[in-house]
Antibody, heavy 123, light 107 residues
Framework: EVQLVESGGGLVQPGGSLRLSCAAS????????MDWVRQAPGKGLEWVGR??????????EYAASVKDRFTLSRDDSKNSLYLQMNRLKTEDTAVYYC??????????????WGQGTLVTVSS | DIQLTQSPSFLSASVGDRVTITCRAS??????LAWFQQKPGKAPKLLIC???TLQSGVPSRFSGSGSGTEFTLTISSLQPEDFATYYC?????????FGGGTKVEIK
């Protein structure tokens, strides 16, 4: 059974930094594209970024709202994905979900999700 | 960036009703669209990918259709466990945007 567990959320002041982790079990994430998606309190879903698999050199894509502030990385030895968040803003307050994907009809679809971790940016 | 517009944003329906949710893309996205179900306090759940491919374990009362710019999610007979918020997301190019969501509530 695939399990994704996010951690690292918490309260941080505006302008601060935080690193989220997504630890996987039941799956080797080096062979999978991985996504981060967030949801501000009472709001809809927002795609944050994507890390391609090892075969595609772990290249990344980001939403414009986080580009140049957030960075995706991985540690194969820990089977984990990370989201380094710098220069945090109050509008980054959200539950952050990681998801792994599967390949079908030319596209990588996010089919397994973690339970999420809450990030609160406030002074 | 591609914008996805879902309608309605809110829907009140009864158990047994047929429900249809629409997702319109601001430009053509072929069949690169997924539908998710989300219940309060829970992670999204992938229901349908590639516009019409039902995920394993998802009841057959759910179906998806469409291509290009207009897509629909249909629940043929609404069940109590289907009351949730539904989102579409495109995968045509980056950024991978979501629709605004459709909340389905009990009438």
């Amino acid at each position: 059974e695939v399990q994704l567990v996010e951690s690292g959320g918490g309260l941080v002041q505006p302008g601060g930094s935080l690193r989220l982790s997504c630890a996987a079990s039941g799956i080797t994430i080096s062979g999978h594209y991985m996504d981060w998606v967030r949801q501000a309190p009472g709001k809809g879903l927002e795609w944050v970024g994507r890390s391609r698999d090892k075969a595609h050199s772990y290249t990344t894509e980001y939403a414009a709202s986080v580009k140049d502030r957030f960075t995706l990385s991985r540690d194969d030895s820990k089977n984990s994905l990370y989201l380094q968040m710098n220069r945090l803003k109050t509008e980054d307050t959200a539950v952050y979900y990681c998801a792994t994907t599967y390949f079908h009809s030319d596209i990588y679809w996010p089919d397994q999700w973690g339970q999420g971790t809450l990030v609160t940016v406030s002074s | 960036d591609i914008q996805l517009t879902q309608s309605p944003s809110f829907l009140s329906a009864s158990v047994g009703d047929r429900v249809t949710i629409t997702c319109r893309a601001s430009q053509g996205i072929s069949s690169y669209l997924a539908w998710f179900q989300q219940k309060p306090g829970k992670a999204p759940k992938l229901l349908i990918c590639a516009a019409s491919t039902l995920q394993s374990g998802v009841p057959s009362r759910f179906s998806g259709s469409g291509s290009g710019t207009e897509f629909t999610l249909t629940i043929s007979s609404l069940q109590p466990e289907d009351f949730a918020t539904y989102y579409c997301q495109h995968f045509n190019n980056y950024p991978l945007t979501f629709g605004g969501g459709t909340k389905v509530e009990i009438k």
